[in-house]
Structure formats: C-alpha cells, structure tokens
C-alpha cells in the first residue's frame, strides 16, 4: 500500500464498491485488477473520485473539528483494511457518507487506488 502515498504527490485517486467474489478475482488475477481499475468492471455509479478528498479536506477537518481525521485519511490513502462499515461516517461530506452507506447497505467492499 506504499505506493498509495505517492497520490498525494500528484496520482489520481479512484473508489469502487464490489462485491467480495469481485475482490477476490482482483486479489487472483491482474487482468480482473486492471478492468477495475480502468473503471469498467462495474457500473459508473459504483465508482468514486476521491481527488477532491486529499490534503486540504483533511486540514479542514482538522482545523475545525469536524468529521473522523483518521476514517478520512484511509478513505484516501488506502489504508490495508477492506471494510465498507468503516466509515460511518466520515465526516458530514454526503458525496463520500453515502458512497460508504451504500457499500455497507448493499455488503460491498470499498476498494481505494491510485493510478
């Protein structure tokens, strides 16, 4: 997950929600892996652009006292830990609350990368 911190420096940061058969087959295989990643193995509105949800949201946060600082940063950084009831919630941010309610309410893993 190292090279999830490079994100910061300019990579592209992406969410899906899928299934844990879906996780499992991008655990197998490269090629289930990069489908996801090119953000056609599901529906566009199971995918997630977290660019907006970087540094500054977190400074926010910190600054002001609202929201999970932490459940934030592994939402965006890429934390090891697939759990898509992690976050609940975040912060009082809908786009990225309802992203996660969803996953949770539909048992959908939430995977987080950078490209």
Same mark, same amino acid.
């Given at each position: &997950?190292? !090279?999830?911190?490079?994100?910061?420096?300019? !990579?592209?940061?992406?969410?899906?929600?899928?299934?844990?058969?879906?996780?499992?087959? /991008?655990?197998?295989?490269?090629?289930?892996?990069?489908?996801? /990643?090119?953000?056609?193995?599901?529906?566009?509105?199971?995918?997630?652009? #977290?660019?907006?949800?970087?540094? !500054?949201?977190?400074?926010? /946060?910190?600054?002001?006292?609202?929201?999970?600082?932490?459940?934030?940063?592994?939402?965006?950084? !890429?934390?090891?830990?697939?759990?898509?009831?992690?976050?609940? &919630?975040?912060?009082?941010?809908?786009? #990225?609350?309802?992203?996660?309610?969803?996953?949770?309410?539909?048992? #959908?893993?939430?995977?987080?990368? /950078?490209?």
């Amino acid at each position: &997950m190292d !090279g999830l911190q490079d994100c910061r420096h300019g !990579g592209h940061v992406a969410a899906a929600r899928i299934t844990p058969g879906q996780l499992a087959d /991008c655990r197998r295989s490269v090629a289930v892996l990069n489908t996801l /990643c090119s953000f056609d193995l599901v529906p566009a509105s199971d995918y997630l652009d #977290l660019d907006w949800a970087d540094e !500054g949201l977190i400074r926010m /946060c910190e600054h002001t006292g609202i929201g999970d600082v932490s459940a934030l940063r592994r939402a965006t950084d !890429g934390d090891a830990e697939v759990n898509p009831a992690a976050l609940y &919630m975040v912060m009082e941010q809908p786009a #990225l609350r309802d992203f996660y309610a969803a996953a949770a309410d539909r048992r #959908l893993a939430i995977v987080v990368w /950078c490209d």
